[in-house]
């Protein structure tokens, strides 16, 4: 922390602790050079990967960037009654009568506006001190209100019970609910990846309807749940607990199988995707700014509702899949072999639908046996959803 010279008004002003700053130059630095630094045949190694590679690059760099911006430009000042942070868009500016009050979330101070609600963040890496926190306790602290103005709400709802006491026991009841879940949801995924066929479909059934169920419950019974809730809220927050559903999911499906068009698929999973998130936006907290609902928006569509879209929609495609399979018979030699982090990639011909040559990746007792055969079989599935996927073996 770096202050000025003391004058009649109380004045502070807050950097970066340097050794958090000298951690964001590093990264930006690397996440930087990992775009514009030439690595190979003076040509940047994303160019190997089409346009997929050059829009990641891109992201990296942006990122980078990023770091160095917050690094570089970031600061808090306190002087008397007014407040300015800059981050790396802007600089926001504000009084205390201009302040509805402040809350914390995940480690991060946030002071709301009465205009329009906005919102001014203080990211965790000022170097903050007591005169800091002694400025911020003239502020109405929105934690502790927000919690009271719940307890109150459920105290006094007739529908959750005869006295107030067993009203505020459905709070406990909805976090020993939100625990089974997660818990449930875990057995599922076990039972999807190592059991029989019948299991299944039992656990898949289970980790469809996982979300539906969350969103009953927001729906329902919004005094005992919540999406994405602040520090304080005394009831269940579901919004985190969506993400081990698609995990789970994808850890089941993980390597048993490979669709002949991956573009196919997402055709499918992404207006699923969207759906899926479109959903849940309406339960976003109404503290976020627009710009805040959008961040949040698009973190739980890339990874909470595109893991689960994706799996899914495997799961479908695969699990009642019944019909005839036709094999293919491709020869192997040990050259098209390559040994690459951990796993065994074969290069192969083209075949069947597949009109370029491609690799696939099999585990180490496979790839022993197609060694000693010299030859692969391929099995390929029409899918039930007409999504065509495929499955190697010795």
Known sequence: MSASPQTNLFRRVYCMDWRKRLLFLLLGA??????FLPLSDHHNIYDDYGLVGQ????LLATIGFNFFQKALSSRLVIDGTRIEVRNFIRLYRA?????????????RIYIRLKDNHRNIAIPQAFDLDDDFRAWLKQLPNLNRRNREQRLSDVSTDLTLGVTAQERLRELDDARRIKSYFLLITLASATGLRWGPAVVQAACGCVLFCAPIFVYWLLRSFPQLYAFHASEGDPRADLFWYLWPVGLFIQMATFRRFDFVSIATVLWVAVPATLAYSGAFWRFLPKRFTVAGRICAFSWFLLFFAFPFADGIIELADTLPDRAPIQT????????????????????????????KSGNVTVGAETYSRILTSKQVCIDLHPGFLHLAWYEVRP
């Open 55 to 58: 829009f990641i690059g891109l």
């Open 30 to 35: 690397v996440l930087t050079l990992l775009w």
């Open 95 to 107: 009084t205390v009568g201009e302040i509805e009050g402040y809350y914390e979330y995940e480690g």
């Open 328 to 355: 293919f018979l491709l020869p192997v030699i040990p050259q098209q072999i390559k040994f690459d982090e951990g796993k065994y990639r074969i290069e192969l011909p083209p075949w069947g639908p597949k009109t």
